[in-house]
């Protein structure tokens, strides 16, 4: 079975920078991780969700995709070696606070990981 | 753009059936066959249980099922069973070849 594991979130002040990382299991079940287009999809506290954005494999030459709220502020990048995808988040807001989440797909989102808490405040 | 439309929250007697809507427009959830449902209990990570409109993902039981009627997909949940309880989103690919996802529904096992 596939397994997502993301870190690196935690407290952070607006206007500042935070990296996620999502490492995924490989060679599990048939699944080569730089095949997938791998996404990030956001939660804030008791509400919905959001989807963040996107970044396909490298056939299509790494194409990616954001969010019109994140578009010019994160930034995702992948390691195929390390079977590890990112999430750079630049000028944080407090409206970027929430629990991030790494997923495959992109029209259809599985599997996901446990997600990590990001807080951005003062 | 704007979320997808849902219900706030729905609720239905074990084994009843309750149906779940997802309004979007041409854009989205009627212009492309990319129409996902997820639940997500407290606390843990969303689960995918419909994609592509109306396919099961392996695992899922088939009480779950999915349509769609122009610009609005439906899931359908038969056989209501407590642990049905949860949140439910939708999500559609756009025109903007981006993703969508609906407000989400509070489904409530009486």
């Known amino acids: 079975e596939v397994q997502l594991v993301e870190s690196g979130g935690g407290l952070v002040q607006p206007g500042r920078s935070l990296r996620l990382s999502c490492t995924a299991s490989?060679?599990?079940?048939?699944?080569?991780?730089?095949?997938?287009?791998l996404s990030w999809v956001r939660q804030a506290p008791g509400k919905g969700l959001e989807w963040v954005g996107f970044?396909?494999?490298?056939?299509?030459?790494?194409?990616?995709g954001y969010a019109a709220s994140v578009k010019g502020r994160f930034t995702i990048s992948r390691d195929d070696s390390k079977s590890i995808v990112y999430l750079q988040m630049n000028s944080l807001k407090t409206e970027d606070t929430g629990v991030y989440y790494c997923?495959?797909?992109?029209?259809?989102?599985?599997?996901w990981g446990q997600g990590t808490l990001v807080t951005v405040s003062s | 753009q704007s979320a997808l439309t849902q219900p706030a929250s729905v609720s239905g007697s074990p084994g009843q059936s309750v149906t779940i809507s997802c309004t979007g427009t041409?854009?989205?959830?009627?212009?492309?066959?990319?129409v996902s449902w997820y639940q997500q209990h407290p606390g843990e990570a969303p689960k995918l249980m419909i994609y592509?409109?109306?396919d099961r993902p392996s695992g899922v039981p088939d009480r779950f099922s999915g349509s769609r009627s122009g610009n609005t997909a439906s899931l359908t949940i038969s056989g209501l069973q407590a642990e049905d309880e949860a949140d439910y989103y939708c999500?559609?690919?756009?025109?903007?070849?981006?993703?969508?996802f609906g407000g989400g529904t509070k489904l409530t096992v009486l």
């Open positions: 041409t854009s989205d959830v009627g212009g492309y066959n990319y």
């Open positions: 999500s559609s690919y756009t025109i903007s070849s981006n993703v969508l």
């Open positions: 970044l396909r494999y490298e056939a299509y030459s790494e194409t990616a």
């Open positions: 592509e409109v109306t």
């Open positions: 997923t495959r797909g992109l029209t259809a989102l599985d599997p």
């Open positions: 490989r060679f599990i079940s048939g699944f080569t991780f730089d095949d997938y287009t």
